[in-house]
């Protein structure tokens, strides 16, 4: 299970930092990170880590995202600076066993959304 928290209103420029938590056994070999779903669009890729900490980012958010993972407490993070207004979406937490994928239909476990504005 994935709980997402974090998000929220902010002006464009503006920074929020968005975590996720996983419940539960995770597969030595796994990927999680976050997609996005902008108002009236379809969800996309916005940033992935693998558990050999191999990063995937979306070309839009390359340089002002930062995706991490703390082993320990099971937590993923995506640093969000420079936040645009093309950035407002419900942002969802996502987990596979398994290599780096980007394919969304490859992922098998989803948390809530959690959504981001940014104004302008």
């Known amino acids: 299970q994935l709980q997402a928290s974090g998000g929220g209103l902010v002006q464009a420029g503006g920074s929020l930092r968005l975590s996720c938590a996983v419940t539960g056994n995770i597969f030595r070999v796994h990927t999680m990170g976050w997609y996005r779903q902008p108002p009236g669009k379809q969800r996309e890729l916005a940033a992935l880590i693998s558990s050999s900490n191999f990063t995937n980012y979306a070309d839009s958010v390359k340089g002002r995202f930062t995706i991490s993972r703390d082993n320990a407490k099971k937590t993923v993070g995506l640093q969000m600076n420079n936040l645009k207004p093309e950035d407002t979406a419900v942002y969802y937490c996502?987990?596979?066993?398994?290599?780096?994928?980007?394919?969304?239909?490859?992922?098998?476990?989803w948390g809530q959304g959690t959504q981001v504005t940014v104004s302008s």
């Open positions: 996502a987990f596979r066993p398994g290599g780096m994928a980007t394919m969304k239909d490859q992922y098998d476990y």
